[in-house]
């Protein structure tokens, strides 16, 4: 069994985990060691510590979600915590209830930290600045989504043992993505070189992520690069009629082992989920063992944020 690593010499001294910014790099690499320390008891199907027994943890999420949701629960679960999943449907947000106030109600009842997921993009701050426990971002709007990135980096970093050399392509709907910027920010921490691959129109604005390479055919995108992170149309975000945009994309960006030709041999897909199969990624692709990391991440999904909730309520002591 290996050995639970230790926290950074200066501590872990984060208090929510919003944006990967919250973290230092001696903390991300923290939680990267702790969260294949975790994946390691998953492996075996042991038991893990029951590090937070006793803890109250709550997921609030206002927006539909069975990954992120699921795997949260688990998380706590599998680290002793009485998890609390609330739902939206029946709570009195439907009232008229502000999502503020729904927040600070559930954290008087004795939360040790509260995963909320919203379409509303500055609504963690406001609760980071309400709240007594510490607050994790589930997704927020089109901006962040650090626990994604975290557990995509910690993914990564089990196939390849570093992300630092590698080139990782991130493809499609940029623009309305809250993985696509929290990963960006995440890889080039640890070492990688990242590009955006896809149509002018799902790009990011020109004033965002100067410093990254953009691309607009998936021939030059992918040309040498070790990893490829697929995206799903966000339809749900577009402005005016999402789906018109879908129509031709997968001819032009579609991957499928024979566009993965222009990557690496060695290379490696990706996808956060949920797929669009035949829209974003063909099916063949994704469930290929070979070339897909797609269910690890899954996997990893657990993990990592077994990692997360162990950090931030118990700082490592």
Same mark, same amino acid.
């Given at each position: 069994?290996?050995?639970r ?22 903390e991300?690499?923290?939680v &990267?060691?702790? @969260?294949?320390y ?7 199907? %042991?038991p893990?510590?029951? *590090? !937070?027994?006793g ?7 206002f ?14 679960k599998k680290l ?15 009232k008229?209830?502000t999502?503020?106030?729904?927040a ?18 500055g ?12 607050v994790?971002?589930g997704?927020a709007?089109?901006?962040?989504h ?19 050399g &590698?080139t990782? @392509? ?8 809250r993985? %696509?910027g929290s990963?960006? *920010? !995440?890889?080039?921490r640890l ?5 955006f ?17 953009r ?15 697929g ?7 577009m402005?005016?009629?999402g ?15 024979k566009?993965m ?5 060695s290379?490696?897909?990706m ?12 099916g ?18 657990? @993990?990592?944020r ?7 309520i118990?700082?490592g002591?």
């Amino acid at each position: 069994m290996s050995e639970r690593p230790s926290p950074p010499t200066s501590g872990f001294s984060a208090r929510r985990l919003i944006s990967i910014e919250d973290l230092s790099d001696d903390e991300i690499h923290y939680v &990267l060691n702790l @969260a294949e320390y975790y994946a390691g008891y998953l492996k075996r199907a %042991a038991p893990a510590p029951r *590090r !937070l027994a006793g803890k109250t943890q709550i997921n609030l999420f206002f927006e539909d979600s069975t990954r992120t949701n699921l795997s949260f629960d688990l998380a706590g679960k599998k680290l002793g915590a009485d998890v609390i999943n609330v739902p939206v449907s029946a709570s009195s947000v439907h009232k008229g209830e502000t999502l503020v106030d729904t927040a600070q109600t559930l954290s008087a009842m004795g939360a040790h930290v509260m995963i909320v997921r919203a379409k509303e993009e500055g609504l963690h701050q406001t609760l980071d600045q309400t709240l007594d426990c510490p607050v994790v971002n589930g997704g927020a709007g089109k901006l962040e989504h650090p626990t994604q990135a975290l557990l995509d980096a910690a993914t990564i970093r089990s196939e390849f043992g570093s992300l630092k050399g &590698l080139t990782i @392509a991130i493809c499609g709907d940029i623009k309305h993505s809250r993985v %696509a910027g929290s990963d960006a *920010r !995440l890889f080039r921490r640890l070492g990688a070189e990242v590009r955006f691959v896809g149509p002018e129109n799902l790009m990011p604005a020109d004033d965002q992520f100067t410093d990254i390479k953009r691309f607009s055919n998936l021939k030059d995108g992918l040309d040498g690069v070790d990893v490829v992170m697929g995206l799903r149309m966000q339809f749900e975000r577009m402005e005016g009629d999402g789906r018109a945009l879908a129509q031709g994309f997968f001819d032009e960006f579609g991957l499928t082992h024979k566009t993965m030709q222009c990557a690496k041999d060695s290379a490696r897909v990706m996808h956060p989920g949920p797929m669009n199969r035949g829209v974003e990624i063909d099916g063949e692709l994704a469930d290929d063992p070979e070339r897909s990391l797609i269910l690890r991440q899954v996997f990893y999904g657990v @993990a990592t944020r077994m990692a997360c909730l162990d950090a931030l309520i118990t700082k490592g002591l």
